[in-house]
């Protein structure tokens, strides 16, 4: 008996040691201020984490703040590593995962980076070059980070900078589950000691002698040949000797990698590949035409751009190309300002990551704070604020069940694209470089640099908006692709029907060479209006063109082979499934495949669909899989090419489309929808909140508590809504599908009908389903408890009391990089504005 409760002991021990980790689950940046962190601040920080239904936590530590400086740890101190294996550890007992930056701030650097590792400029003066450093410094350097940004060409750099970690981390058995390197910012590097000799060796001629050409601005003859050799051989370099490195050293201390390679003048599709986990970002607010779908009017999209598809598609089509199961992305930065941001703002930005392709949502982010200071507690300078002092943290749980669910599918499923479209970096190449250093940076930002405006974004935005799935392929990657009996392409790890080359100019014989070797194997190769007419490369080029001409003139003649006029009927005929009728509604999507067939994310980021009869390419029978109501088997009647299905999906809403026969049959009904506006006398009491609970009210007509007098316009928490309906008749049957709409809420709802507590809305549509038992006809009592944004209440707090600005470096900044200050801000809308409805048919 004895030995028995022993071996329970330990076994209860073990399990508490070792709870799974969970990639479905969102995960968060943790920004550690200073490394100014206590073991029981973490534990504290690390539980909020798990209840709100986190996945895990990355780490990365920055500056510190003021008053602080006597307890910062030195990054990769020995306090700072038992700081750090502490947290795994925890982690660990609460099943949350652990990432870290092989650094601190971005980019990589720091004190043992000497002069001759520090990024170089190159630039062109008389004729002869002129080499200095940039003198750029890791920004937003942690105490133990702070130093020069590395050399990302130079030959040895990475492996000198990761000597550091390699000391740090000799004996260290508790380690975090990925390494992680941010987006390229080595601004205005564009050089490496050895580049000449790199050059000469890569490209066939010496650069010293053609720099007339590569400084050229008034397009001589053969001056786009020299600056794409030079681009290429920057991408070359940045590939073989940063990101290469790091992510064999990351494998040889058994880490994953995370991987922004984005920003970059490399390929994106090379790089992303490079790492385990390609990571995308998601900066500001896309604008989206969803009806109440707010956007903050202080954000600049000429400073910032905006969210876009097409970019995002770089390390989703890297991750399925090549067969990786996760692909992540930093999500939610600057989605508003300070105070400002709303779970019903978060998730059709979240939705358009999903549809992109990405599958492990970092949330950006969570600032680490001691439990004990001072509401706002310690924020990073930019990000979304999803930690314990958020205004939505009672509700974050909610927005992270959503994600888990929607992400237990995209990870458990397969890539399902027909098209691969090939990415003609050489074009842009080839064109005036925007930004400093006069290199191309392929940033996530401003995609309209660098993307929007090639042939390759254009059809590419062609193909997103008609209903195509599509991944990028490099050209590195074609050299991966083999050709099945059936003419497929086939990476290893997708198939794809068809391969698409953009309208271009250029193309390196190289790749040529992989184009006729696919068409040989039987490989459907579609030319969008033409081919590229120029072979890359300067050193021989009359020669090399005279021979690039004979072959892709003999290349078109190949039967499976098109140079297309009409590129919708010729994929067509390549067999490419064409979602017509999602993309013809506005709907966004995914297509992928499971072991029981189709699987469609769906997302209605427009204002054009609401319900009807729709077509699936790959799916002959559908349940719609609702991550927030479940799951039910659509209806469906014979269509002209196939089963159409009546879907309903109002504009913010999103589900599974699934091939089965799995649920309840869906609620479609011939009889037409009727509206009951709810009327009466509402009843306000405030619950809880900040600074002081107003008086209680009664209103006529619903409105901003924020206009009532008392105060309520500095009021930030919940308060609760509370009336007393009649049904019209007629309406109380009870086979009556019946939902109830709270209208424009700001910002989440708790209802409760007759007792009944029926959940809680936080995203557009403030929707929910009403059990029509659950009403009466008369005398029913209706309550909704709402909670607003934190903005209204720090209008007053930085008139009062400011002083918890207090961070070193930038500090706190608003939306537009400016000094903070909310005691200048109007109220912001507060409360359940309406119009409330039941909405039964």
């Known amino acids: 008996m004895r030995l028995a409760l022993i071996f329970l002991i330990f076994l209860s021990c073990f399990l508490v040691r070792a709870q799974p980790m969970s990639t479905s689950k969102p995960w968060t940046y943790w920004w550690w201020m200073g490394s100014a962190v206590t073991k029981e601040d973490i534990s504290a920080q690390l539980d909020f984490f798990k209840k709100s239904g986190l996945g895990g936590v990355h780490i990365i530590p920055i500056y510190g703040v003021k008053g602080y400086e006597s307890k910062a740890i030195p990054f990769l101190s020995s306090k700072w590593m038992e700081m750090m294996q502490y947290t795994v550890s925890e982690g660990q007992r609460r099943g949350l995962g652990v990432d870290m930056t092989t650094g601190t701030g971005w980019p990589f650097g720091g004190p043992n980076v000497s002069t001759e590792m520090a990024a170089k400029n190159m630039s062109i003066l008389n004729n002869s070059l002129q080499v200095v450093l940039t003198k750029q410094k890791v920004k937003r350097a942690a105490p133990g980070g702070e130093g020069f940004v590395l050399d990302p060409?130079?030959?040895?750099?990475?492996?000198?900078?990761?000597?550091?970690?390699?000391?740090?981390?000799?004996?260290?058995?508790?380690?975090?589950?990925?390494?992680?390197?941010?987006?390229?910012?080595?601004?205005?590097?564009?050089?490496?000691?050895?580049?000449?000799?790199q050059f000469k060796e890569r490209r066939g001629y010496d650069l010293e002698t053609e720099l007339a050409l590569l400084n050229d601005s008034t397009g001589k003859p053969f001056s786009e040949l020299v600056k794409i050799d030079y681009q290429q051989t920057l991408s070359e370099l940045l590939y073989e000797r940063y990101a290469l490195p790091w992510a064999k050293w990351s494998t040889k201390h058994r880490f994953l990698t995370r991987y922004q390679a984005h920003g970059s003048p490399g390929n994106l599709l090379d790089l992303y590949a490079a790492s385990d986990i390609p990571e995308t970002e998601s900066f500001g607010t896309s604008r989206f035409p969803i009806p109440a779908l707010r956007v903050d009017p202080d954000y600049s999209i000429d400073q910032f751009g905006t969210p876009n598809p097409l970019?995002?598609?770089?390390?989703?089509?890297?991750?399925?190309?090549?067969?990786?199961?996760?692909?992540?992305?930093?999500?939610?930065?600057w989605l508003a300002n300070h105070f400002k941001v709303s779970l019903s703002q978060i998730k059709p930005q979240i939705d358009e990551l999903f549809a992109s392709g990405i599958n492990h949502i970092f949330y950006h982010g969570i600032n680490y704070s001691p439990e004990k200071e001072p509401y706002p507690g310690w924020l990073f300078y930019a990000s979304t604020n999803f930690g314990k002092s958020s205004h939505f943290a009672d509700q974050f749980q909610l927005l992270n069940e959503y994600v888990e669910s929607c992400q237990a599918l995209l990870q458990n499923s397969k890539p399902d694209n027909d098209v691969l479209v090939y990415f003609p970096i050489h074009d842009l190449w080839a064109t005036k470089a925007k930004s400093s250093g006069n290199v191309h940076l392929l940033e996530v930002h401003h995609v309209d640099r660098w993307l929007l405006d090639l042939p390759f974004g254009k059809v590419s935005q062609k193909l997103w908006n008609e209903g195509y799935a599509f991944d990028y392929v490099s050209d590195l990657q074609l050299t991966q692709l083999s050709v099945d009996k059936n003419g497929s392409l086939n990476s290893g790890n997708s198939s794809y029907k068809t391969l698409l080359i953009p309208e271009s100019s250029y193309m390196p014989m190289k790749t040529l060479n992989e184009l006729k070797r696919l068409a040989n194997a039987g490989a459907k190769i579609v030319f969008e209006k033409k081919v590229p007419t120029t072979v890359t490369g300067y050193a021989e080029h009359l020669r090399q063109q005279q021979q690039f001409s004979r072959e892709i003139n003999a290349l078109t003649k190949q039967q499976t082979v098109k140079v297309s006029a009409d590129l919708e009927k010729d994929l067509a005929a390549n067999g490419v499934v064409r979602e017509l009728r999602l993309a013809e509604n506005g709907l966004t999507f995914i297509r992928k495949r499971t072991q029981n067939g189709a699987l469609y994310f769906v997302t209605n980021l427009g204002n054009q669909f609401q319900e009807g009869w729709l077509q699936l390419g790959k799916a002959d029978m559908v349940f719609k899989n609702d991550p927030m109501a479940g799951k039910s088997l659509l209806s469906h009647r014979p269509g002209k090419k196939g089963n159409e299905f009546f879907l309903s999906l109002l504009p913010g809403q999103s589900c599974f489309l699934?091939?089965?026969?799995?649920?309840?049959?869906?609620?479609?009904?011939?009889?037409?929808?009727?509206?009951?506006?709810?009327?009466?006398?509402?009843?306000?009491?405030?619950?809880?909140?900040?600074?002081?609970?107003?008086?209680?009210?009664?209103?006529?007509?619903?409105?901003?508590?924020?206009?009532?007098?008392?105060?309520?316009?500095?009021?930030?928490?919940?308060a609760r809504y509370k009336i007393q309906f009649n049904l019209p008749d007629g309406m109380l049957r009870k086979d009556a599908f019946i939902q109830l709409d709270l209208g424009d809420v700001r910002e989440t709802a708790k209802v409760t009908m007759n007792g009944k507590a029926l959940g809680t809305v936080w995203s557009i549509p403030f929707r929910m389903n009403v059990n029509a038992e659950l009403l009466k006809a008369k005398m029913n009592v209706l309550e909704i408890e709402v909670t607003n944004l934190s903005a209204n209440y720090m209008r007053l707090r930085d008139k009062q009391a400011p002083e918890w600005k207090k961070f070193n470096d930038i500090n706190i900044v608003d939306i537009t990089y400016k000094k903070f200050d909310a005691s200048k801000w109007k109220p912001m809308p507060s409360g359940l504005l309406g119009p409330v409805k039941l909405i039964y048919e």
């Open 153 to 197: 060409f130079h030959s040895t750099a990475m492996t000198g900078y990761l000597s550091r970690f390699d000391s740090a981390f000799a004996d260290v058995k508790n380690k975090p589950r990925s390494m992680y390197m941010d987006s390229y910012e080595a601004y205005g590097a564009n050089w490496t000691s050895d580049f000449t000799k």
């Open 311 to 333: 970019a995002m598609k770089f390390a989703s089509s890297a991750a399925h190309f090549n067969g990786k199961k996760l692909v992540s992305s930093e999500t939610g930065t």
């Open 658 to 718: 699934q091939s089965g026969l799995d649920g309840a049959r869906s609620p479609h009904l011939d009889n037409p929808k009727q509206e009951f506006e709810i009327k009466g006398k509402w009843q306000l009491t405030f619950l809880k909140g900040r600074p002081t609970l107003p008086h209680s009210s009664e209103m006529d007509q619903l409105q901003s508590w924020a206009e009532l007098p008392d105060s309520s316009e500095y009021f930030s928490g919940t």
